[in-house]
């Protein structure tokens, strides 16, 4: 018995010791290992909710998700801008007199586009969603372009109407008798209209019913039709135009989602609408979450933490220089007066991440990499300084078929690809 109860004491012993080695040895080999753990499990899950979403017949859109947050939280604000404050249920309710009045006053048939000339408002919003309930997919034109871009992205979108901001009133008449040859319906959202040729919008919207609108307008829709045709910046010559389909539009909340923003959070969006980190991430990822969004007309260095102070805002997006501009600034002793626990983006210099978190407290920076019209996205999970995108052990796990598991497993090491289970990217 003693012979035993010595072999015993001795492998324990052993194993006591081993402890420290095994703990050596996954610092060195696997030092993110509970965060790859932990991001494959949640990758799992978002990919598996989304799949389920995407087979459904009749198919499950970005407005659908809009709808349930609607029935689920109708009270709950959904946009502050200024002094305004919009619920859930307000932009609903404005979404379908939008949708009324496109039916009663243009000739607007499903599936046809219509390109929006706003800057950043809450009428971007609900336009967008009014035109989705008809079954309308949107061009989102850049509020800078003028003349010869002007008329290549509307072409580009094949759009039958035009609904611009009256502010942009230049911009449209320089291109108005090109527009009105080519058989183009011009509306400013205004209630009365300045130009001769273009009809205002926003007095037919106010007089419009608020009722729900049949899901048969939009019948034909489905998951690879149109949503939306966002345009790259054009280095190498004119914009193009990236096709975003119902279906890549219904998974572009895995930022969010795999970030860990929850239905609890104010996110900050100075970014322009008109593009996807604006449109696509921020408002469609706030949708997902059912959260709530502060929206400014453009961003302003001098502003920004005053805005997130007043708005008790907790995630803000970024491209890297918006941030750098931000540690530009005289430095205050306010700088770490927010509730800013998450920042959203991508292209951050290393050496401005660490200036940022030494400037403005420990704030959770979340990075991808991605385009517009790429089908592939890279994320930075772990936080580390300049890295684009991040790979773990289970890069090397193989499947013989490019099923969802396989694209769970791309996701695990911060990649999400367009192969497999139906995706749309």
């Known amino acids: 018995m003693r012979a035993v109860s010595s072999v015993r004491m001795s492998n324990m012993k052993t194993g006591l010791l081993g402890l420290p ?136 979108s094949r759009a039958k109407v035009l609904i611009a901001g009256p502010e942009l009133k230049d911009a449209v008449e320089e291109v108005l008798p090109t527009l009105t040859e080519e058989g183009v319906q011009v509306y400013y959202l205004s209630r009365e209209s300045p130009t001769d040729g273009v009809e205002s919008l926003l007095d037919k919207v106010e007089a419009a019913s608020d009722q729900p609108v049949p899901a048969s307008y939009r019948s034909k829709v489905n998951i690879q039709s149109p949503a939306l045709y966002i345009y790259t910046s054009g280095t190498t010559g004119l914009p193009k135009a990236a096709v975003i389909s119902q279906g890549r539009l219904l998974v572009s909340s895995s930022l969010t989602t795999l970030s860990g923003v929850s239905s609890d959070d104010v996110l900050y969006i100075t970014l322009p609408l008109y593009h996807s980190t604006g449109l696509m991430i921020g408002v469609r990822g706030c949708i997902e979450q059912g959260a709530s969004l502060v929206l400014r007309n453009k961003f302003s260095v001098n502003h920004f933490w005053d805005d997130c102070r007043r708005y008790n805002v907790t995630v803000v997006h970024y491209v890297g220089e918006l941030l750098r501009y931000l540690c530009n600034t005289p430095k205050k002793d306010s700088d770490k007066d927010h509730c800013v626990r998450l920042a959203l983006g991508n292209g951050l210099r290393s050496d401005v991440w660490k200036e940022f978190h030494d400037r403005f407290g420990n704030i959770s920076i979340f990075e991808f990499y991605a385009s517009t019209e790429g089908n592939a996205v890279f994320y930075n999970y772990i936080g580390k300084p300049g890295a684009i995108g991040k790979s773990s052990f289970f890069h090397k796990v193989k499947t013989s078929t490019p099923s969802f598991y396989h694209v769970c497993l791309f996701i695990s090491q911060g990649i999400v690809c367009s192969e497999g289970a139906g995706f749309f990217f």
């Open 21 to 156: 080695v095994l703990w050596l040895l996954r610092r060195i080999f696997f030092p993110y290992l509970w965060k790859d753990l932990h991001f494959f499990y949640r990758a799992l899950q978002y990919m598996k909710y989304t799949d389920d979403f995407l087979k459904r017949i009749p198919p499950f859109l970005v407005l659908d998700k809009f709808y349930l947050r609607v029935s689920a939280q109708p009270d709950k604000n959904f946009i502050f801008y200024q002094e305004e404050v919009y619920t859930y249920r307000d932009i609903d309710l404005k979404s379908n007199q939008l949708a009324w009045a496109l039916k009663q006053h243009s000739n607007l048939e499903e599936g046809q586009c219509v390109a929006i000339f706003l800057g950043n408002e809450p009428a971007y919003i609900w336009t967008w969603l009014g035109l989705a309930k008809i079954g309308c997919p949107v061009a989102c034109l850049n509020y800078n372009i003028r003349a010869k871009s002007f008329l290549h992205c509307f072409r580009a």
